[in-house]
Every structure is written in C-alpha cells, then in structure tokens.
C-alpha cells in the first residue's frame, strides 16, 4: 500500500526536516524550506525483488561506444556515448545546452532519438532544426513532461538516446511537490535511471544552473548520474566549453571547445591557434601561457593591466581566472620582486573567455603584470608555463613535454619553464627553439629585461 509522507525541504541545498524552519540550518538560506510529501511504496516493492550475483559469474562486455561525428562531444564523452548512460548536461540558460544536444541527435541519422523539451514548443523546436541545418528522419519530439508518460512513451518508441530538456520542467504526479522542485527532480531522476540501465537506453537530462548557484536541482543530481557535463562560456564571446566533470567510462578534466554560429555549434579542433588568433602584439600586459585541459595542452592569452587606484581601496578583477590566485602572485610579486603593486588596481583577462584553474598558468600570469607594471611589450615568440611558490621559486609542473610540443607545433621559440623539470624534458625540438629554464621570479625579471 503506498503511504504518504510529508517533508520539509530546503530548495537551496537540499537538507530534509521533520518540521517546517524559517531558515535552514545547514546552509542559512533564509525562507527556503518548503513542505513536500513523497510516496513511500516504492520501497516496499523493492523488496520482494532483491538478488545477488557471484562477482566471479558476472560475464564481461565490452562496451561498444557510438562514436558521433563530433569529435569534441566524444572526446569529452570519454571517445563516445556509452549505451545505457545516465548523462546530466549542465549549464546557464541560454547557454546552448539544447542547441547542443538537438544538434547532436540531428546530424547522427544512425541514432535513434526521442527528444523531450518541457521548454519549446514543437515548432519552435523545428525551426531551431532547421537553422541546425535538419539531416536525421529518426528524430521524435515531444512536450510530454509527465514522466511516467515520457517513460512509457520511451519503451514504446525503443530509442537509442533519450533527452529530456529540461529536468526542472518534467514531474511526477504520484509526489506532491511543484514541478522544478528539489523532490520532484530527484523523483523523476530516479525514475528515469531506472529506465537507462534496464533497457540500455542513454539518457541526456539538462539541468540550468544559474550563476549564484541559487538552484541546487542539477548539483543535487551529480552523485547519482554516471557523466556530469557542463557548459559553459561567456554570452559576450562565441566559444563555449563542454568539459567533463565527472565520468564514469573515462577521464574527467576532459574539454570539448565549440564556436556558436548563426547555424548552431562549430566544433573547434585546433583551439590553440583560434585563441591567438587575435592576439594583441607588442602591446605590454600581455603574455602566452601553456595549460592543459584534460589531456589536451591549450595555448592562451593573458591580458593585464595595472594602474594607479583612484581610490584607497585598490581594486581584482579577474575574468576566467581564480581572483585568490592573483592576490597571492601579486603578494609574491611585491615581496619577492619589490614590485608596488599592493595600490594598483589590477585587471585580469584570459582571452576567449576561457576559465582556467590551471596552476600552471601562474607564470604567464605575472608576467603579464609585470609587461603591464614596467609597461614594456613581452616578444611575440615567448611562453610561459610553470607554477609560483610562496618564496617566488618556480615550481615543477606536470606533462611539460606536451605542453612544449604544443607551444613548438604552434611556432613559440623562446619557452620559460621551471628548471626543476628542465632536466626530464627529452624532446626533439628545431634549433632555433630556446628553452629558458627558471628557478625564481628574479630570474624572469632578469631574463626578460635584457
Ligand atoms: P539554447 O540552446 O536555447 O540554450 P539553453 O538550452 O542552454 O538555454 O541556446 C540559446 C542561444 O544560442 C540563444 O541566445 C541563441 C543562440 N543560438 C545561436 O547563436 N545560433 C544558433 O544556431 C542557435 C540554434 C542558437
Ligand atoms: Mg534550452
């Protein structure tokens, strides 16, 4: 017999109570918590079906990946869509979350999709395809958002992917709670893994996060799906950013880089050469740094600028860089370097709206504020990779021979690296390429000013 249960939610971040507080305890949002009421036969059913398996007796299969034709949608899929896969793609609205998917299922006519959207309307939906540039006939759409109806709709059309958009607009009726809540997200999500991994169906569920992280729906989801993607990408600038946060069939860190044109999504295979493309030269405050992304090295621009504070309070801003990172490089820099920067405002910028957290990159980035600082231009051939200490020592980083590879495949000569790593570094380089290799920050200042 199914029982009703009533709960107290908090909507920020998911904490459950008996009884109702004007404030959640756990996180201190203030008027979050709201009643809600889940069904709790589903348990007893569970019951009855309950078996178990010698690990030994389990037969292996292989898992034969449906390799798409985006290349960078695999890449980040850990080099293709697993069946049966449980996926949350995350993402700001207006993002290009649906763009993406729809676009994916649309020019692979061997993949069979059913493509639920609690968002657009079926027209609308067409005349998003159609700009998409409209290839596959075995495409089914639908504005279902009942999930029990979703779900049977899905058993009866048996097809290969199945994406729901979004996951805040679909519900259940059997829980008693307003559709996007926290109760009904994580119901419905259930219900729908269920269906994935008996019937080997791959599921997309798209989540809107927004920039606050106010709505906790998509996070709350993370432990329970086998790959979490998220994309992400500043409106201002066309590249967007699929990266891997987590992955069950293959390595996370992994980043897929797109371009949003008027036609949909471009994928971008050679991102290094498209991120300089633009590069301001001979201009001071810039600097090219090496990082890796996965297990792809990615060449960026940092821009800085440091100037007098009109105000007492000198002012960090940083786009697509930790604004903690910066204080302690500047700290560094006015400790180590005796450079004034403490008064500065300082502004820092990774071209292309990319957001690194990369410790590698430490090194670009003060060399960017120091061509900003003494205003003189860093030469157009250099590099930098390496990480800043608390003494100002450069410090080793990982993977340096793919990160020199890249910088030399793209035609940097001089390359500033940690010395530490200068003595493991076996590489076949052309002889006009120079490796300077650095044990401290003094050692830059001295090496760039001659
Ligand atoms: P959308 O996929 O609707 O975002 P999300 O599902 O993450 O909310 O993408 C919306 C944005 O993408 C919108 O601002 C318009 C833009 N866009 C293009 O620039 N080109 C295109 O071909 C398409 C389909 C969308
Ligand atoms: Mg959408």
């Not at 607009?169 to 996007?180: I, L, Q, S």
């Not at 979490?228 to 980043?255: A, C, S």
Request: charge should be neutral.
């Amino acid at each position: 017999m199914s029982k009703s249960k009533r709960i107290f939610v908090c909507q920020n971040c998911g904490a459950i109570y008996s009884k109702w507080l004007g404030k959640c305890s756990q996180c201190n949002s203030w008027n979050s918590v709201v009643e809600e009421s889940i069904e709790t036969s589903i348990r007893e059913n569970l019951l009855t079906d309950f078996r178990f398996y010698s690990l030994h007796d389990v037969p292996c299969e292989g898992v034969e990946r449906f390799v798409t034709q985006y290349q960078e949608f695999n890449r980040v899929l850990g080099g293709g869509l697993v069946p049966g896969s449980f996926i949350l793609l995350g993402g700001e609205p207006g993002i290009g979350k649906s763009t993406l998917l729809l676009q994916v299922a649309l020019h692979n006519p061997e993949l069979k999709c059913l493509y639920v959207s609690g968002e657009e309307s079926l027209s609308q939906i067409k005349i998003r395809s159609e700009r998409l540039g409209s290839i596959s006939n075995n495409i089914y759409i639908s504005n279902e958002t009942n999930v029990d109806q979703i779900i049977q709709a899905t058993l009866n059309l048996k097809p290969t992917v199945l994406i729901v958009d979004s996951i805040q607009t679909v519900y259940n009726p059997k829980v008693e709670a307003f559709t996007g809540s926290l109760t009904q997200i994580r119901q419905c999500a259930n219900d729908l893994q269920r269906l994935a991994k008996e019937n080997h169906i791959s599921v997309f569920l798209i989540g809107h996060i927004t920039k606050d992280g106010m709505i906790a729906g998509p996070k709350l989801l993370e432990h329970m799906v086998d790959v979490v993607l998220q994309f992400e990408g500043d409106e201002h600038y066309g590249y967007r950013i699929l990266r891997t946060l987590k992955n069950r069939f293959g390595p996370t860190n992994e980043l897929g880089i797109f371009e949003m044109t008027s036609n949909g999504l471009r994928e971008i295979s050679n991102p290094s050469e498209i991120l300089l493309s633009h590069r301001t030269q001979n201009l001071s405050g810039t600097a090219v740094a090496c990082t890796i992304q996965g297990i792809r090295p990615l060449l960026v621009e940092v821009q800085a600028l440091v100037s007098s504070s009109a105000y007492g309070n000198p002012q960090r801003t940083t786009t697509g860089f930790d604004p903690k990172r910066l204080n302690m490089i500047l700290a560094v820099l006015e400790k180590r370097l005796g450079m004034k920067v403490g008064f500065q405002d300082v502004f820092l910028n990774i071209t292309g709206g990319l957001r690194i957290d990369d410790p590698a990159l430490d090194l670009g980035v003060a060399c960017s504020i120091i061509s900003s600082h003494f205003d003189f231009s860093i030469p157009p051939y250099a590099c930098f990779t390496g990480e800043i200490g608390l003494t100002g020592e450069i410090r080793p980083v990982d993977r340096l021979e793919l990160r020199v590879s890249e910088a030399i495949r793209i035609g940097f000569k001089h390359i500033y690296l940690p010395l530490v790593n200068l003595k493991n570094l076996h590489i076949n380089h052309p002889p006009d390429v120079q490796f300077i290799a650095l044990e401290h920050l003094k050692n830059l200042l001295e090496n760039l000013q001659t």
